[in-house]
């Protein structure tokens, strides 16, 4: 009998191994974590200097990571940038400073389609609201909060004290170094907290930019892929009392180029990672948010393309939205893609396996941590059962028509009014500015199809909404019926219903009110009960944040959390579609994808790339790729060899790179980066912009 069972097992095993044969073409039990899964965003708290000894064969000192560290800036909201001059020279992507461009611009100009080089200093253009940040300052500051933190006996609590400190220690510091912008940093989830100061620069001008064809040559086709063939950079200047700023940290330029295993490292302000994060919240993102959000994004590609080909891809500002909703497309599909990969799951599985048997082996690290993982499956189940609604009920300024923004406020409007929490003179005075004066009637049906699809896509068939604002219509008759039927439609219709008193405003049948009226209460206790389930997953996920550093300590870095990291790795070719991917591009294949598509858009450049200065080497470099662990922040990273020197711009990863947020790979995975050569060739030789060829050249102004 025993015979008989232990034959049987196998059995069931042999078929099982061959059926995940026949599925995967791999026996996923068989797949194995690899050593640099979770990444290489190091922090310059814990530097891996006997790594890099290791591998590279040097060993930082404590006056190459101070340089790293100090020449490096964040810049604006979510890029990264540097000192690449004793002057206050910065150098960041076009993309980065795409967005801001026409705040600096005169009525006759358009920087985007004519590029920006100011020769003398009195030229440069002061960029409004334009921060940038440079770190000079951190402290470990993980058991003042971890003991206050244990203080309390709910999450909620918890949670209230952490915040309670954070505030006392950012003040108490701010008093000390009034000169530095003090901020909290949350590592591994919160196991660690370190104390990051930074001095801020508020001044900073403009001083060079190219066309945006010549920088994003390609769009949206070009996108995250390689060969690339863009000059995507931008230099501006810091300024404080009206004078360039004088720094000692800043970044050389190199001349010589890059050759292939040339290790280089990125330094700059990786958004967000969540390669901590369990399998049940890694399967959650793949089946609800990611599918959810690439249906919306595709939807609102389409509305976008369309618009940009209605204007003959005249419209600059239209060009520039298609570019940023292409892109947020891509890194969400392809990211997507990443998490259908079995391989990578499977990788992804081993790593848990192997992190949860190390707690539970571990009987003090298992009575802290152990139930964890369950605990969160848990709550991602009970997530799961709202997430679709939550989406379809929530207005996104994204996506959404303004018509249902403007129906949204006029309701809140109408209950502050009714609750005495305004006035009749300031309801009435209010009433009078919620429709915009420029409303672009033809992009808001657009949107409004998009929202209707987001309703169809996340609601079920039997919902009210549904059947009242789509029924059995298509998607396109219902959009009409409702403009038809709204008073939003038009400035003329808005003004007879606001004459309505509020109770008759509230009680007409207008599809957008109706909408805002029947669902805003159970989108509220949806977002109070996902808030309960948010703030205790705080808490867990800071657990399992502790519980990695506990068993890993910082052989394994943390999550990206938008602040300044030192990622390595070498200049890397790979082999894609057949062939092989080289490990730089020329100019000339910037003029080849010009030609090759009849010098249309997105493939279109300036005219004068038909008759170019005779000293412009199209042989130069243009972009490299490189293996460095980068991810959306690392947009205008420099690329530093082993002596610090620049040799190239990070601006964009190849498409296999987009699973990075969940698991960082080097077979294909690539950072994309311009070359330090492409661009000064570009800046002396092209743009003829020679004071500042000569100050990056240099490292200071003459």
């Known amino acids: 009998m025993k015979f008989k069972i232990i034959l049987l097992q196998v059995l069931l095993f042999a078929i099982s191994f061959s059926f995940a ?109 334009l921060k940038v940040e440079q770190l000079l300052f951190i402290k470990d500051v993980s058991d003042e909060i971890h003991d206050e933190m244990s203080k309390g006996t709910s999450d909620s609590e918890k949670i209230e004290l952490r915040e309670k400190k954070i505030d006392e220690l950012i003040t108490k510091y701010s008093k000390e170094i009034p000169d530095l912008v003090f901020r909290v940093i949350s590592l591994y989830n919160g196991g660690k907290y370190s104390l990051y100061g930074y001095k801020v620069y508020d001044d900073i001008r403009l001083v060079f930019v190219p066309e945006l064809f010549v920088a994003k040559l390609g769009g949206d086709y070009d996108n995250f892929t390689y060969p690339r063939y863009g000059l995507d950079c931008a230099f501006l200047r810091a300024y404080e009392n009206n004078k360039p700023v004088k720094t000692n940290f800043y970044f050389k330029w190199n001349t010589d180029g890059i050759v292939e295993d040339q290790p280089v490292f990125v330094v700059g302000n990786p958004g967000r990672t969540d390669r901590i994060n369990t399998m049940a919240q890694i399967e959650f993102e793949r089946d609800v948010r990611y599918p959810m959000m690439v249906k919306m994004l595709k939807d609102l590609y389409k509305i976008y393309e369309e618009l940009v080909n209605d204007s003959n891809a005249e419209d600059f500002k239209l060009i520039a939205r298609l570019y940023s909703i292409g892109n947020a497309l891509k890194v969400y599909e392809g990211t997507y893609k990443g998490l259908l990969d079995p391989f990578l799951i499977a990788r992804k599985k081993d790593f848990e396996n192997q992190f949860r048997n190390a707690v539970k082996s571990n009987q003090e690290l298992n009575k802290k941590y152990g139930n964890i993982w369950e605990e969160l499956a848990q709550s991602r189940i009970e997530a799961r059962k709202s997430a679709n609604k939550i989406f379809a009920f929530s207005i996104g300024g994204f996506y959404s028509p303004q018509y249902l923004l403007i129906a949204s406020k006029l309701v809140g409007l109408i209950e ?163 062939t092989r991917a080289p490990i730089k591009t020329t100019f000339y294949g910037a003029l080849d994808r010009y030609y090759s598509f009849d010098k249309k858009f997105p493939f279109n450049l300036p005219s004068y790339w038909e008759n170019l200065p005779s000293e412009f080497d199209l042989s130069t470099p243009l972009n490299f790729v490189s293996t460095n662990d980068i991810v959306g922040g690392n947009s205008g990273s420099a690329v530093l060899n082993i002596n610090a020197e620049v040799v190239g711009l990070a601006f964009d990863g190849n498409i296999e790179s987009l699973p990075n947020n969940f698991i960082y790979t080097t077979e294909a995975n690539r950072t994309v980066s311009v070359s330090a050569l492409g661009m000064i060739e570009a800046i002396r030789d092209l743009y003829k912009a020679e004071k500042l060829s000569d100050e990056i050249i240099a490292g200071k102004r003459k």
């Open 416 to 578: 502050d009014f009714k609750n005495e929490k305004i006035s009749k003179e300031k309801y009435d005075s209010l009433l009078t500015t919620i429709y915009p004066s420029d409303l672009n009637y033809q992009l808001q049906r657009k949107l409004l199809l998009v929202q209707l699809k987001v309703w169809q896509d996340n609601l079920s068939a039997d919902s009210e909404v549904i059947k009242k604002l789509i029924g059995n219509n298509s998607i396109e008759k219902a959009a009409d019926k409702i403009l038809s039927e709204s008073y939003f439609a038009s400035k003329e219709k808005f003004d007879e219903l606001i004459k309505k008193n509020p109770d008759e405003i509230l009680n007409s049948d207008d599809p957008f009110i109706y909408f805002i009226k029947n669902t805003k209460d159970e989108l509220n206790k949806l977002l109070d009960e996902n808030k309960a389930r948010s703030q205790r997953e705080e808490i867990m996920n800071q657990m399992l944040g502790e519980a990695l550093y506990a068993v890993y300590g910082d052989a394994i870095p943390p999550d990206a959390t938008g602040t300044l990291r030192l990622a390595d790795g070498i200049v890397k070719g790979y082999d894609y579609n057949g």
């Open 21 to 129: 044969q026949t599925i995967y073409g791999f026996d996923p039990d068989t797949v194995k974590a690899q050593k640099f899964d979770m990444g290489k965003m190091w922090t310059f708290e814990n530097p891996p200097t006997k790594y890099f000894q290791e591998e590279y064969g040097f060993t930082p000192s404590k006056e190459w990571l101070e340089k790293m560290q100090k020449s490096a800036l964040k810049f604006g909201g979510g890029c990264s940038a540097s000192f690449i001059s004793e002057d206050g020279l910065i150098m960041t992507n076009h993309h980065c400073v795409r967005g801001i461009l026409p705040t600096v611009q005169a009525d006759n100009e358009n920087i985007l389609k004519d590029g920006f080089y100011a020769k003398e200093l009195s030229e440069e253009r002061r960029v409004p609201n």
